[in-house]
């Protein structure tokens, strides 16, 4: 089974501190997306990867930035975090299959900033 | 992608079949339904995609109209713990940015 393995479930941090949000798969997939989750807001689109050491804005990409150094790797950055990106993020990957592509989620990582 | 339009909720009475709908009236010929489903405080998760025919898989049925303006899912029979958002989703295939709306939130009950 594919796997998306997000580091860190639940986090708080203070405002202004630089948060690091690791999203790892371990099947080969050459797209990645970071989004985040709020309440009647749906999934919002941060930022995505469609290789290694390339990325595009997705969005809502004021305030974060992103690095994919690897493959299988892709971390989101809150260069200085503000209350506002208190969230639920979720990291997600791509299969390319014969019949079409199917996304696969890691569990998500809840944020509070305070 | 195609703009997706869902009802905002539904409930279902558990063992009960659960029929999701989904407006996407501007679909192109090459674009694909899929259907995802996301559990509280969970990732989403995949259920199932069909392009022209009617698919089937252990989770759930997708039932596409004939002219694809509209799709289905079907929760044959519902159980509590398929209470969650089901999202209906169209994408191109080899369109690599998935774009979900807000979902139908299903609740099943006793």
């Known amino acids: 089974d594919v796997k998306v393995t997000q580091s860190s479930r639940y986090l708080v941090k203070r405002t202004g501190e630089k948060v690091f949000l690791e999203c790892v798969q371990d099947?080969?997939?050459?797209?990645m997306f970071w989004y985040r989750q709020d309440p009647g807001l749906g999934l919002r689109l941060i930022y995505f990867?469609?290789?290694?050491?390339?990325?595009e804005k997705g969005d809502i990409p004021e305030g974060y930035s992103v690095s994919r150094e690897k493959k299988e790797r892709f971390s989101l950055i809150l260069e200085s975090a503000s209350t506002n990106q208190t969230s639920m993020y979720l990291c997600?990957?791509?299969?390319?299959?014969?019949?079409?592509?199917?996304?696969?989620f890691g569990e998500g990582s809840w944020l509070t900033v305070v | 992608d195609a703009k997706t339009t869902q009802p905002t909720s539904m409930d279902c009475a558990e063992g009960r079949a659960a029929n999701l709908p989904c407006n996407h009236s501007?679909?192109?010929?090459?674009?694909?339904v899929y259907w995802y489903r996301q559990i509280h405080s969970q990732g989403p998760q995949y259920i199932i995609h069909g392009l022209k025919n009617n698919e089937t898989n252990e989770m759930a049925s997708l039932i596409i109209t004939e002219d694809r303006k509209s799709s289905t899912l079907i929760l044959p029979h519902a159980t509590l713990r398929d209470t969650a958002v089901y999202y209906c989703i169209v994408r191109v295939w080899g369109s690599y940015i998935p774009t979900f709306g807000r979902g139908t939130s299903l609740i099943v009950h006793p």
């Open positions: 997600a990957s791509i299969f390319d299959g014969d019949s079409g592509n199917t996304i696969y």
């Open positions: 099947m080969d997939h050459e797209n």
């Open positions: 501007t679909i192109s010929g090459n674009e694909y």
């Open positions: 990867s469609y290789d290694v050491k390339m990325k």
